[in-house]
């Protein structure tokens, strides 16, 4: 089955520089690519995420690129703030249960925004 | 998006015991999913909620001990049966508007396990 590598499990970056995640997949076949935020006690919340017919989506201070040949995705996210501060998960979809995207997830990325 | 309640919001619970989650939306959605977020760990699936039909497990999950039911569009409950501590997790369902739409989580439910 479908396996989500993330890395760094944690990042530590300045207030106002920027931050980068990476996942890998290992299922050529996966086409949707979702990213996570789940601050202390919160529930996961969707950020950005990225389908395989494009190689690039942008909103705002965020962005996530994907190379389908190399089977990698990334998370951007720019002029980070304290409000950044949180753990972020990566998630490819490889399989259609009645036609709907089953997730996968990566292990978690904590990010620390110091001011 | 769905505005998605659950509870118990937390509970603690005796070895033995079993535990029955709720997970409410407030439209109807095509897909409700479970999953399992152990302490400091990432999101596992343990099941689709599939509504009318029994539910799909993912492996390593079976239906004895996280029986799911889903009675309509808007509703689904797991019961996590025969507790161990081992099951001490946080539970959150998901849903999804259409097939192919964006998952949606919602807040948990904290279980501990004495």
């Known amino acids: 089955g479908e396996n989500v590598e993330q890395h760094p499990s944690t990042l530590s970056v300045q207030e106002g520089d920027s931050a980068v995640i990476k996942c890998t997949y290992s299922?050529?076949?996966?086409?949707?690519f979702p990213w996570y935020k789940q601050e202390l006690g919160k529930r996961p919340q969707l950020i950005i995420d990225?389908?395989?017919?494009?190689g690039e989506k942008k909103d705002q201070r965020i962005a996530v690129t994907l190379n389908k040949t190399a089977k990698h995705f990334s998370l951007h996210i720019t002029e980070t703030q304290p409000e950044d501060s949180a753990v972020y998960f990566c998630?490819?979809?490889?399989?259609?249960?009645?036609?709907?995207?089953?997730?996968?997830f990566g292990q978690g990325t904590r990010l620390t925004i110091n001011p | 998006s769905a505005v998605i309640s659950q509870k118990p919001s937390r509970d603690i619970c005796q070895r033995g015991t079993s535990l029955t989650i709720q997970c409410q939306v407030d439209?109807?959605?095509?897909?409700m999913f479970w999953y399992r977020q152990q302490p400091g760990q990432s999101l596992t699936l343990i099941a689709t909620a599939n509504q009318g039909s029994e539910a799909t497990y993912e492996s390593g999950f079976v239906i004895d001990k996280f029986p799911i039911s889903r009675p309509n569009l808007t509703f689904s409950t797991l019961t996590v049966s025969n507790m161990s501590p081992e099951d001490s997790s946080i539970y959150l369902c998901?849903?999804?508007?259409?097939?192919?739409?964006?998952?949606?989580f919602g807040p948990g439910t904290r279980l501990t396990v004495l």
């Open positions: 990225i389908r395989s017919n494009v």
């Open positions: 998901s849903v999804a508007r259409g097939l192919t739409d964006t998952q949606y």
């Open positions: 439209s109807q959605v095509t897909m």
């Open positions: 998630a490819a979809s490889n399989s259609r249960i009645q036609g709907a995207q089953k997730l996968v």
């Open positions: 299922d050529s076949a996966s086409n949707y």
